[in-house]
């Protein structure tokens, strides 16, 4: 008799091991909210089919495996990381859905407050999902950035069968491209995916550049770390997952050290932390919902 399949998780996934994405930890960190767990795992270069079997392996009850092959067909804005997310969120048979990227890992300390959440809206009819708080590293493990061209909160679980698809490059989901309503959670996504050596930046950055149809030379200038406004030391504690990866530190980026980069952009986050810190609202703030 097959189990009652009540929450589903999901993530895609390719070339995790050569970009260097905290990817096992990843979805460990959310298994536990999981009755069952989807991977799409895309051709890739290294081992990542391999870890996803190894994951599967482990939790043959829970961890599911399909294939996609990503295609160059429409590099424009993101939209294989589109196509491949909703093949994956598809696949799921769960009534709720949590949804959480190979660089993204969930606190074990916030679990609680997820399911409190879930459990809330689960009876609101009015309410599609719940939001996560980011906190996004940017150099190294010691620092987060807080700009204004950081998201703030995201949709990372929601309800299924409401027409919900992920949204232009996956950021988040909207529901037939209306913002979801939402409501908080206080979970946080600790965001690594700028944690990163010069090296692996790069690398990251030539492939990115594949799937938004980019100049791989002006993707690798974005993604450069910098001194920026927002920054802030982080002072709390990674999830017991991170354990590992924290204590190896190689030689990432400490974005106190490099050159503040001049342009319309940093120019906006001075003035984003400077309002910030007289009101507690952001202007003009890009946002996938709308809080319940």
């Known amino acids: 008799m097959s189990k009652s399949i009540t929450t589903s998780g999901f993530t895609i996934v390719r070339n995790a091991e050569l970009l260097d994405f905290p990817f096992r930890e990843s979805v460990l960190s959310v298994l536990p909210l999981c009755d069952e767990f989807v991977i799409n795992c895309g051709d890739s270069d290294d081992r990542t089919l391999e870890i996803c079997q190894t994951l599967q392996k482990e939790y043959p009850d829970t961890v599911k495996i399909i294939r996609r092959v990503w295609t160059r067909e429409n590099q424009s804005g993101g939209y294989q990381l589109k196509a491949q997310t909703d093949s994956a969120l598809h696949a799921c048979q769960g009534k709720w ?92 996504v600790f965001h690594y995916g700028h944690v990163r050596t010069q090296k692996s930046l790069q690398a990251k950055a030539e492939q990115m550049s594949q799937w ?28 017991q997952l991170m354990t590992e990866r924290v204590k190896k530190n190689p030689e990432y980026v400490n974005p106190q050290l490099c050159k503040r980069l001049w342009n319309r952009r940093e120019l906006k986050n001075a003035l984003t932390v400077l309002w910030e810190k007289l009101v507690p609202y952001r202007i003009g703030e890009y946002r996938n919902y709308d809080l319940v």
Do not use: C
């Open 97 to 188: 859905l949590i949804y959480i990227q190979a660089d993204e890992v969930v606190h074990e300390a916030d679990l609680s407050l997820i399911r409190k959440a879930m459990s809330q809206a689960d009876s609101l009819e009015e309410v599609d999902g719940i939001v996560f708080d980011y906190l996004h590293f940017y150099g190294n493990f010691s620092y987060i950035s807080r700009g204004r061209n950081w998201y703030r909160r995201e949709v990372r679980a929601f309800k299924k069968g409401r027409g919900i698809e992920s949204y232009r490059d996956a950021q988040g989901f909207r529901k037939q491209g209306n913002r979801l309503k939402a409501m908080k959670s206080g979970a946080r």
């Open 212 to 239: 938004w149809g980019e100049d791989a030379k002006r993707t690798i200038q974005s993604y450069q770390i910098v001194k920026t406004f927002g920054l802030a030391p982080f002072k709390g504690s990674h999830p």
